[in-house]
């Protein structure tokens, strides 16, 4: 026993006198990440297992201090969301998943078709290069603004250039439904440039080569397209797709700005909710931070599923 | 691109009086028909417009005073009213200001904090470094729910909401993450060659990060910083719910007053736009090429 612990003393020694170079080096990351999102994300775990909120969190008012009397109150917080009991849960888990494979795909599927035709020899390709990634260029906010202009029912140019064709107004932030279509269109026309840009790099380091000797080999061009294109974009593919998704389940400001205070509950997705949980009406700081880890754990489980994806099909090679 | 495919096919398309005639010669590969030429600007069109179409559409509403929104369809009454008035009546220019400090101070703090874990987990194999690029990642995903209230809570007790330094240090938590990762590819992509030279000119692991790497990344380090001062520069729900007077919003939450239940100030709202969206388009346009390369790098070998 002693000489385990002996031996394993003079490991982490060696290890320390050969990497302490590397990790001198990367600790001041190390702490910040610790200290900003370490420690706030275990007081988030914590708070997700009390009945903190607005009233009880204990605050200075003044010189006076009113002390915190949340209570612990174990895995409540969580039974209550996924046991469906707080109602709004899986219809909006629902809702996050359809928003973002949906965004993810269009995303993904225009950027690549974009990408393949300006990657081609055609006159004013820069031209239109830089058009196509202007709305990159515009912050989301100011995205959200202009589509929320834009689709005003009375006075929105939409409904305008409808009633130009002869098509009568729509209802584009009302309804339930279109209002869902609707958010998925400005996100999509928000992401897209992304995703062009990438595939564009992706496409550009495919040799050339490549394409020729499948030519010579008699390949059409769809064949092509799936047995040189497809995999030679895999690695720029499977790491915007999973960037891609990460950030659009967590987009919050399209939803907030676009929908969220026109009172359409039902197009909010996850992130825009658990937000309004904690800083709308009474403020429910453990609903919102259950929430919070909830959403963390259904991306995590996602990425790691992920990514043994990619390396399974990577040996199936 | 296109300049190194030319060469390749320019001997084919050189020899002119036969080529005249093309009505049954074979097509190389990346020719085309007229037809599909067509097609494929016609395409593009439709894209750049689709593009295009919210941008100039607010541009001019901007340029059509106080009540032009009301009219999307009409081409009359340009007047540059709405934009003195944001500039004179209202509190943009603080806002601007505002902003930019926030924005400013994330990305020198990011930067510079996140640079040599960057180099470290490009260069140095160590016990710990699989995770720590792991966690890097993990931070992209963390949900603005998940560390809103705690912040929240823990910068209350220290008195630092509604400042600047408060944002910063919220903005930090995905800012250093974020860079440390994106520095690490472009980290990649300079040759492991000049480390070694330096090594045998007896300069310290550090002497040659600092020496020699920084001086040769500084593209990479200027487009990192752009992109986490865009970040933080649009980011929406930190800046909403901590900065509470009105003198201490950035432009997220500023521009939410003109547009509200109880007011419709789109000719105010289309203006400021308009001015935010300049500067950060000109510099976007000169860093995009980089952007998305350090991007994809980090991710494909980490």
């Known amino acids: 026993m002693s000489t385990l612990t002996a031996k394993t003393v003079t490991k982490t020694r060696r290890s320390f006198a050969t990497h302490w170079y590397a990790w001198a080096m990367v600790l001041p990351v190390v702490v910040v990440l610790a200290v900003l999102v370490g420690y706030p994300l275990g007081r988030g775990i914590y708070l997700s297992f009390t009945d903190a909120n607005e009233a009880n969190i204990g605050r200075v008012i003044g010189d006076f201090e009113v002390p915190a009397s949340y209570r612990f109150v174990g895995l409540d917080n969580y039974w209550h969301i996924l046991s469906g009991q707080e109602g709004s849960f899986y219809p909006r888990l629902t809702w996050t998943v359809i928003w973002t494979a949906s965004c993810v795909f269009l995303h993904y599927t225009i950027g690549l078709g974009l990408a393949m035709l300006l990657n081609r020899q055609i006159r004013g390709r820069s031209l239109y290069r830089v058009l196509l990634i202007l709305p990159w260029a515009v912050p989301a906010f100011v995205a959200a603004f202009a589509w929320k202009l834009m689709y005003n029912t009375d006075n929105g140019v939409l409904n305008a250039l409808l009633s130009k064709i002869g098509i009568g107004a729509v209802d584009w932030l009302g309804d339930p439904t279109i209002q869902k279509l609707s958010v998925i269109a400005v996100n999509t026309w928000l992401g897209v440039p992304f995703m062009m840009v990438a595939i564009l790099g992706g496409l550009q380091s495919i040799p050339r080569e490549l394409h020729e000797a499948a030519e010579m080999d008699g390949a059409s061009a769809w064949q092509r397209f799936w047995n040189v294109t497809v995999p030679g974009l895999r690695p720029v593919s499977s790491t915007i797709i999973l960037l891609g998704t990460i950030w659009t389940f967590n987009m919050f400001p399209i939803i907030y700005l676009v929908i969220g205070q026109a009172g359409g509950t039902e197009s909010e997705i996850l992130v825009t909710y658990a937000y309004r949980l904690a800083f709308q009406g009474v403020r429910d700081y453990a609903g919102s931070a259950s929430y919070g880890i909830v959403i963390l754990s259904l991306l995590l489980v996602f990425s790691v599923f992920y990514r043994r994806m990619l390396s399974r099909q990577e040996v199936a090679k | ?302």
């Open chain 2, 1 to 302: 691109m296109s300049t190194v495919s030319t060469p390749a096919r320019a001997p084919e398309k050189l020899p002119a009086p036969e080529a005249t005639a093309p009505a049954r010669r074979q097509r190389g590969r990346g020719e085309r028909s007229a037809a599909a030429s067509v097609a494929l600007h016609a395409t593009l069109v439709v894209a750049s417009v689709i593009a295009l179409f919210p941008i100039v559409f607010i541009v001019l509403v901007s340029i059509r005073g106080e009540n032009g929104w009301t009219h999307p369809m009409e081409m009359t009454g340009f007047t540059l009213e709405n934009y003195t008035h944001v500039l004179g009546d209202t509190e943009f220019l603080t806002w601007f200001m505002n902003s930019a400090i926030v924005a400013g101070g994330t990305m020198l703090v990011g930067v510079l904090i996140a640079a040599s874990a960057g180099y470290a987990v490009s260069r140095m194999r160590f016990p710990g470094d699989k995770s720590l690029m792991w966690s890097f990642l993990l931070c992209q995903m963390f949900p603005v729910a998940v560390l809103i209230v705690p912040l929240y809570n823990i910068l209350g007790r220290l008195g630092l909401l509604d400042s600047y330094g408060g944002l910063i240090i919220t903005y930090c938590s995905v800012s250093v993450p974020f860079c440390a990762w994106m520095l690490k590819g472009y980290f990649d992509t300079i040759p492991t060659e000049i480390d070694e030279s330096g090594r045998v000119d007896g300069l310290t692991p550090f002497g040659t990060f600092w020496r020699l790497i920084i001086p040769l990344a500084r593209p990479g380090l200027a487009v990192t910083a752009f992109y986490t001062f865009l970040t933080a520069w649009s980011e929406v729900a930190f800046a909403t719910s901590f900065m509470s007077s009105e003198g201490k919003y950035t432009l997220a939450v500023g521009l939410q007053t003109f547009v509200g239940p109880h007011r419709a100030e789109w000719g105010l709202m289309t203006a400021s736009s308009v001015l935010i969206m300049v500067p950060a388009g000109l510099l976007f346009f000169f860093a995009q090429r980089h952007l998305v390369a350090g991007l994809t790098a980090g991710g494909t070998k980490g």
